[in-house]
């Protein structure tokens, strides 16, 4: 019986918070009223929307890193 691999449960949470803020962030309902934190800044500053993009980014490269260890433990053991 083989075993299922564990899944990272903060990491799962955190793809959920990010793929909801991508939500929230295209569709804040009314454009020509959009509450400030959910605009890109200018040039000089960081809003919470200026970093969806780098935190699923972020969530590739670790899902990418587990994914491929799994996949070096299953090829060496034994047969």
């Known amino acids: 019986m083989e075993l299922k691999p564990q899944r990272l449960l903060s990491l ?3 793809r959920g918070l990010t793929v909801a803020t991508m939500i929230l962030v295209n569709n ?14 200018e040039w ?12 699923f980014l972020f969530i590739v490269g ?4 587990y994914a491929m260890g799994s996949k070096k433990t299953r090829s060496i053991k034994p047969q």
């Not at 454009?31 to 800044?41: D, N, R, S, T």
């Not at 670790?62 to 890193?65: E, H, K, M, R």
């Open 28 to 41: 804040p309902g009314s454009w020509g009223h959009i509450y400030a934190p959910l605009e890109h800044a």
């Open 12 to 14: 799962d949470f955190f």
């Open 62 to 65: 670790v899902s990418i890193a």
């Open 44 to 55: 000089n500053g960081c809003t919470p929307t200026d970093l969806v993009f780098p935190f």
